[in-house]
């Protein structure tokens, strides 16, 4: 129901659904038709984008400096920041995975994952059918490690309505 890109430059464009302000911008329950610049910022400062994912109404971008900034539905704990608010209107940094050399993320419909450069896979949100890969079917409102890839190579990682895959 919403799409977010990455310019060239860094920039983020978001538009569509905008529920719970997955598309990144305060202003809820108003849908963008067209694409409507998103502004990043970390600790203040602006930062560029690197990549993106968007899970059912929630938002995952990484930027250029390794950090994580959700956005969007986060009642199952989908955005990683440590409660289970249910919107998060503008995106805010996953404070657990800062410094983490996170450099691949992945949403599925409620979950997300982020893969770091030392073979950590972290997870985080709705976990009903095990889609966490963390051996319970406990929701996690905070990045938990799954450490099954530790000094692996993770080549890449996604994620779908409720399932998780990594290939190393």
């Known amino acids: 129901f919403h799409s977010v890109i990455v310019g060239a430059d860094g920039s983020l464009f978001g538009f569509g659904k905008n529920d719970f302000g997955q598309v990144g911008r305060a202003e809820p329950r108003l849908p963008h ?17 690197a990549s993106v994912a968007c899970g059912y109404f929630h938002t995952v971008v990484l930027t250029s400096e390794g950090d994580v900034l959700t956005c969007g539905r986060n009642d199952y704990g989908q955005c990683g920041l440590g409660h289970t608010l ?74 779908g309505y409720y399932h998780t895959l990594v290939l190393a």
Do not use: W
């Not at 409507?36 to 560029?48: D, F, Q």
């Not at 919107?87 to 997300?112: E, I, N, W």
């Open 33 to 49: 038709k067209l694409p409507t610049a998103v502004t990043l910022t970390v600790a203040g400062a602006p930062v560029r984008a």
């Open 86 to 159: 249910q919107k998060v209107y503008s995106p805010q940094l996953v404070m657990a995975l800062r410094g983490r050399g996170v450099t691949l993320v992945a949403a599925g419909c409620y979950h997300t994952l982020c893969a770091a450069a030392g073979g950590e896979i972290y997870v985080f949100g709705r976990n009903n059918h095990g889609q966490l890969g963390t051996g319970d079917t406990r929701s996690h409102s905070a990045p938990t490690a799954v450490r099954a890839f530790a000094g692996q190579h993770i080549r890449a990682i996604a994620a």
